[in-house]
């Protein structure tokens, strides 16, 4: 399976134009055009930021509807219209290296971490966290890993949700007290080169909130 990441970042006070106009979007692309996994707002790293999450059964699907959006009325529409708005775009590929959950009924606060680890160490990276995951997700959902299918390739990318922010705070400090937790925490540390994060909300048609 292949997801997309699509971030969207629009002038100061114009996001409510970018998400109305994204809303009709996916309401015509959705399921035809590939499947809205998630959908955000930034609260915590770069500010007004829509980020998307699509997903594709595999890289050709994902090519196909590349090239058939670019010949989709609707769709091209749809640029033209934030095009005015928008100060940054960027669209990520990533290949996923560990399925999550698929539902999250009353998280209101999602957490994208990204790690940047040392060159070659992905593999190894993620068999530390496989033999913490299971306790770790007793404490909040996991969605999913993944690392770039293009550039960056010692980077991996992990999608976390929460009730809140005290919830968050709650489910971290527990964790800092986990014994599995712990022993990933030493053997992960010296292979991380960069560590970064971004907390989001759901936006109103996002299928995960």
Known sequence: MVFELTQETVRPGRLPVLLGSLQVAVRWRDGEYGTLAGSWTTEIGTLNRCITLWRYDDAVQRENVADALADAPDWQAYKESIRPELVQQSHQSLTQLRPGCDAADGNRLY?????????????????????????????????????????????????????????????????????????????????????????????????LK
Request: aromatic fraction near 14%; charge should be positive; hydrophobic fraction near 40%.
């Open 111 to 207: 957490e994208f971490r990204i790690y940047d680890v040392m060159p070659g160490l992905v593999s190894k990276y993620m068999s530390f966290m496989s033999e913490a995951i299971e306790n770790r997700e007793k404490r909040s959902l996991n969605f999913g890993f993944w690392c770039p299918s293009q550039g960056d390739p010692d980077r991996v990318i992990h999608l976390w949700a929460y009730r809140d922010f005290n919830h968050r705070l709650e489910v971290r400090r527990g964790a800092l007290n986990d014994a599995s937790w712990q022993t990933y925490l030493t053997r992960a540390q010296p292979i991380l080169r960069r560590m970064r994060s971004v907390l989001m909300v759901p936006t109103d048609f996002s299928p």
